[in-house]
């Protein structure tokens, strides 16, 4: 996936959602997140971090503030995540969240969408082993001066 970040970015809010960390490049993640989209749904999206204290090794709660960057080949990189997940619902956008000034926690508890999509998804699937998705598809940052 390519991204590409303003050096300013307009944040839109403030989020609380659990991230399944797929790759890295740098201080970035990227990440998957499933959001309760409907009452008990877990529809997918991918998810930017900017992770500057590398705790996002493992599928961790994560709450901060969120921008939208523009990324590309958005729809290749699920076909290829798709194939070793089973995702029911996706999000596929040329528009991605990108989290910043965050806090990553290991307790994933709450109500907020980004974490009950997730408990419901692990009800249904369970939990994802990252030894099959990690490092299945590559990122790539490009930030804007």
């Given at each position: 996936m390519k991204v590409k970040i303003k050096s300013v970015v307009n944040p839109i809010g403030w989020e609380r959602l659990v991230v399944i960390p797929l790759t890295s490049s740098g201080k970035y993640v990227l990440g998957l997140n499933f959001f309760e989209d409907v009452e008990g749904g877990r529809q997918g999206r991918f998810v930017v971090v900017i992770d500057k204290f590398d705790e996002l090794n493992d599928i961790k709660l994560v709450e901060g503030e969120k921008a939208l960057v523009e990324a590309a080949e958005v729809r290749h990189d699920y076909d290829k995540i798709s194939k070793v997940l089973r995702i029911?619902?996706?999000?596929?956008?040329?528009?991605?969240?990108?989290?910043?000034?965050?806090?990553?926690?290991?307790?994933?508890e709450g109500e907020d969408r980004g974490i009950m999509g997730y408990l419901n998804y692990i009800n249904k699937f369970g939990i994802p082993d990252l030894k099959d998705i990690r490092n299945l598809i590559q990122l790539s940052v490009e930030e804007i001066l």
């Open positions: 029911e619902k996706f999000r596929l956008s040329s528009f991605i969240p990108l989290f910043f000034n965050v806090s990553v926690k290991s307790q994933i």
